[in-house]
């Protein structure tokens, strides 16, 4: 029940809970009876940063989807739910986004080329029963990679795929919080290195213009996302 805020909430004569709502983009209303729910409350961004106009007119951080660097500030850059783009917001984006914020911003600092890409990596668990799940992943735009739902979530497939995403989400878990000196996640034993933009293959993938991203800052470029 994506876009709908609840306006209402009301028993009925005997007693069973109603939640009100309304659709956000038709302004249909609706009643709906439950026992239990489950409610995500509406997202704002925060006002100092509206001020300071580092949020675009969604009220995200207005970033370049592919350096993470700002539009328009090139001392900032941001990562994690709160930057603009098409993507699914959890940790696994983040923990993509990470490596390339930190080398990027070390190439800003040294007056290099922001050469790392991210290409708006998501990967989600969806658990299908006590012990089965699947999982989808994709890119910007939500394009699907290889790895979208290829395990069935029922079965001997679903059954292994729930044992495995449980064993990796603990060890994320205690990667992040062991405060062990390293690289950090994803990679943790090593910096990663990326190629130039010109041979970056996402970029190819995707026709961007490699020199309107390279000088957006100097010229003004203005990269499709």
Same mark, same amino acid.
């Given at each position: 029940? %994506?876009?709908?805020?609840?306006?209402?909430? @009301?028993? $009925?004569?005997?007693?069973?809970?109603?939640?009100?709502?309304?659709?956000?983009?038709?302004?249909?209303? !609706?009643?709906?009876?439950?026992?239990?729910?489950?409610?995500?409350?509406? $997202?704002?961004?925060?006002?100092? !940063?509206?001020?300071?106009?580092?949020?675009?007119?969604?009220?995200?951080?207005?970033?370049?989807?592919?350096?993470?660097?700002?539009?328009?500030?090139?001392?900032? *850059?941001?990562?994690?739910?709160?930057?603009?783009?098409?993507?699914?917001?959890?940790?696994?984006?983040?923990?993509?986004?990470?490596?390339?914020?930190?080398?990027? !911003?070390?190439?800003?600092?040294?007056?290099?080329?922001?050469?790392?890409?991210?290409?708006?990596?998501?990967?989600?668990?969806?658990?299908? $029963?006590?012990? @089965?799940? /699947?999982?989808? $992943?994709?890119?910007?735009?939500?394009?699907? /990679?290889?790895?979208?739902?290829?395990?069935?979530?029922?079965?001997?497939?679903?059954?292994?795929?729930?044992?495995?995403?449980?064993?990796?989400?603990?060890?994320?878990?205690?990667?992040?919080?062991? *405060?062990?000196?390293?690289?950090?996640?994803?990679?943790? @034993?090593?910096?990663?290195?990326?190629?130039? %933009?010109?041979?970056?293959?996402? !970029?190819?993938?995707?026709?961007?213009?490699?020199?309107?991203?390279?000088?957006?800052?100097?010229?003004?470029?203005?990269?499709?996302?």
């Amino acid at each position: 029940m %994506l876009g709908w805020d609840m306006i209402k909430l @009301h028993q $009925s004569e005997v007693g069973e809970k109603i939640a009100t709502f309304r659709n956000v983009a038709t302004g249909e209303v !609706l009643e709906k009876p439950f026992m239990h729910a489950n409610i995500n409350p509406t $997202s704002k961004p925060h006002q100092s !940063l509206v001020d300071a106009g580092i949020t675009d007119s969604t009220g995200c951080i207005d970033v370049n989807p592919y350096t993470l660097q700002h539009e328009r500030f090139e001392n900032i *850059f941001a990562f994690g739910d709160a930057i603009k783009g098409n993507t699914t917001r959890n940790q696994t984006a983040a923990t993509a986004q990470c490596p390339i914020v930190k080398h990027n !911003l070390k190439q800003f600092m040294e007056g290099k080329e922001l050469n790392a890409v991210y290409d708006g990596y998501s990967q989600y668990t969806f658990y299908m $029963s006590h012990s @089965h799940a /699947t999982g989808m $992943s994709h890119t910007w735009d939500y394009e699907p /990679t290889p790895q979208n739902h290829w395990s069935s979530g029922y079965g001997l497939f679903g059954a292994a795929y729930f044992k495995y995403q449980m064993k990796t989400h603990l060890s994320a878990g205690i990667a992040y919080t062991s *405060f062990k000196k390293n690289h950090g996640p994803p990679h943790t @034993h090593f910096n990663p290195s990326y190629d130039p %933009l010109e041979h970056n293959e996402y !970029l190819q993938q995707k026709g961007v213009d490699v020199e309107a991203l390279r000088n957006i800052h100097n010229k003004g470029g203005v990269v499709p996302a």
